[in-house]
């Protein structure tokens, strides 16, 4: 599993007020990541066609199984995504093009995410790079692991705050919905929430919180005490 640390809603904050400062391209490259949940494999080998056609941009962004992660291997349960793009991404898609286009109309063959080269897209060490250089300039804290999966782990929180957790697992193409927990952390929290309320619960049937009585020096305790301090 991919330790990157998922950003917070403020962290985010920051991270868009940051992105002016930056290129285009890598202003792209993190809100397609925010916007749509790609890994940064998937993220680097979009083409220009995937997201611009005619001259507009998509409604949908179409990725075929082979190449999402794991789907030209046999056995897997992977299956090709359909992940509609939202106004945001869609208005810095435009941007992005419009300044690319300056000179006529691009082969939509072309990497949407081109190296120095042209002709290639960026390999993911130096979209990696680019990711982390971001939000630290953001001011996120350094002691923290910035990544290109950071932009995966917030897309599934959003999705999950305003939805639940099948949506998704959904939205993210996950075949598993253990998959997701893991990147909601649901199962920590939940559990320090458990730990905590059997400490000191509210009766059910009265309302008044259920005190459990502590044993005295000995260790010893007397049944009537306990059920009493339960009544």
């Known amino acids: 599993m991919n330790r990157a640390t998922c950003p917070t809603e403020l962290d985010e904050a920051k991270v868009m007020a940051e992105l002016p400062s930056h290129p285009l391209r890598s202003q792209l490259l993190v809100i397609v990541g925010f916007e749509t949940g790609l890994r940064i494999s998937e993220l680097c080998g979009l083409l220009v066609g995937d997201v611009w056609r005619n001259g507009a941009c998509v409604s949908t962004l179409r990725m075929s199984r082979r190449r999402l992660k794991g789907g030209r291997r046999k056995g897997l349960r992977v299956r090709s995504r359909e992940i509609p793009l939202n106004d945001r991404a869609r208005e810095f898609i435009c941007r992005y093009m419009e300044q690319r286009e300056k000179d006529g109309p691009l082969d939509p063959r072309l990497p949407l995410f081109p190296s120095r080269q042209g002709r290639r897209g960026i390999a993911r060490g130096q979209a990696r790079r680019i990711i982390h250089g971001i939000f630290l300039q953001a001011g996120l804290d350094p002691a923290k692991t910035w990544a290109g999966h950071s932009l995966r782990r917030r897309f599934v929180r959003r999705i ?72």
């Open 160 to 231: 999950f705050d305003i939805s639940d957790l099948e949506t998704a697992r959904i939205a993210v193409g996950h075949a598993n919905a253990l998959c997701t927990c893991a990147y909601l952390f649901l199962g920590e929290s939940a559990s320090i929430d458990a730990v905590m309320k059997i400490g000191r619960t509210t009766s059910a049937e009265t309302g008044r919180e259920v005190v459990t009585a502590i044993p005295d020096k000995e260790g010893s305790l007397d049944p009537d005490e306990y059920l009493g301090a339960c009544i």
